[in-house]
């Protein structure tokens, strides 16, 4: 057990929907990142937040968008679903610039 | 940009064989490397790591050495189990594995069979 909760663990919604993903850091961590694993596209980074401020960006598409609360856990917006954002979202959590990034145990996207 | 290179597998195994999976990778800058591992179902964990040339990461018998040389972190481990059965990630992180996202190769999917 990572520390790292996401809920919900499976999701299955219809296209053009929107949905909320919701991670919670190890305690004390204060960097959030999120990851989409697919078959196509592998495990690829979405956007990290410290301390509630967005530190980093990576392949995210402008119908995604996320936050981080002042407790710190942290929200993944997906809207406009199309069947190819079907995926594993993973949430990871650490707490400092060198340190290790421990993963949640994901949640399962179905878009129909 | 950076990118990671790993075998994709899958990679199949009989039990107390020996292991390599190769990883290479580019970056721009001096990055820490891992590797993570996911078991059917569940999410990634790591596996171990390596902060700086010729370091050697290891855990639970695998093992990992940064070559700058060769740009690479190949997985390794003398004697395999059925439990060793999942799917391996190299990574790399160029800011020391915490100011940016990871980035990841493809997995190589083990299977060790009895």
């Known amino acids: 057990d990572s520390g790292v909760t996401q809920t919900p663990k499976h999701l299955i919604t219809a296209t053009g929907q929107r949905v909320t993903l919701r991670c919670s850091p190890r305690s004390g961590d204060l960097s959030v990142y999120w990851y989409q694993q697919s078959l196509d596209q592998g495990l690829q980074f979405l956007i990290q937040y410290y301390n509630g401020e967005e530190r980093a960006k990576g392949n995210i598409l402008e119908r995604f968008s996320a936050q981080q609360f002042p407790d710190l856990h942290s929200e993944l917006n997906l809207s406009s679903l199309e069947l190819g954002d079907s995926a594993l979202y993973f949430c990871?959590?650490?707490?400092?610039?060198?340190?290790?990034?421990?993963f949640g145990p994901g949640t399962r996207l179905l878009v129909l | 940009g950076n990118s990671v290179t790993q075998m994709e597998g899958p990679v199949t195994l009989s039990e107390e064989a020996f292991l390599t999976i190769n990883c290479t990778y580019t970056?721009?800058?001096?990055?820490?490397l891992f590797w993570y591992v996911q078991y059917p179902g569940e999410g990634l964990q790591l596996l171990l790591k390596a902060t700086k040339a010729d370091d050697k990461g290891s855990n639970k018998g695998f093992e990992a050495t940064y070559r700058k040389e060769t740009t690479s972190f190949h997985l390794e481990k003398g004697s395999v189990q059925v439990s060793d059965s999942a799917v391996y990630f190299c990574a790399l992180s160029d800011r020391g594995g915490g100011a940016d996202g990871l980035t990841f190769g493809k997995g190589t999917h083990l299977i060790i069979q009895p």
């Open positions: 990871a959590s650490n707490g400092g610039v060198q340190e290790t990034q421990y």
């Open positions: 970056a721009t800058g001096y990055p820490s």
